[in-house]
């Protein structure tokens, strides 16, 4: 009778478990037409992007930011945590400025700097 060898099999589970934090906060101050189009919003200026988890608090943001400034939700996700506006570029970094301080403050959410391009 032969001992057979079997070879351990190690299974890794992955798991992703977001924590309360604003990972992107950028403003596109010129964008290319070509942006606008593909998003398929209106060009006005300036856009804003906004990545967030839990995902849903994406909602949080877009209110935030329509109600601080002068700028039209482009696109929100809140399945990815993703928000886009538009406006002036005053206005999005405006709001983009709301988002994050309440976020930290009012939410105990980590930020990022708001960058610009």
Known sequence: ?????EKAMERIIQESVPGKQVTIAHVIASPMSDIYERLGID???AIGILTLSPYETAII???IATKTADVEIGFLDRFT?????????QSVETALK???ETFCSLLDFTTVP???T
């Open 1 to 5: 009778m032969g001992i057979m060898n």
């Open 114 to 116: 708001i960058t610009r």
């Open 98 to 100: 709301a988002v994050t």
């Open 43 to 45: 060009d006005r200026g």
């Open 61 to 63: 943001a877009a209110d």
């Open 81 to 89: 945590g993703s928000v886009v506006i538009s406006g002036d570029v």
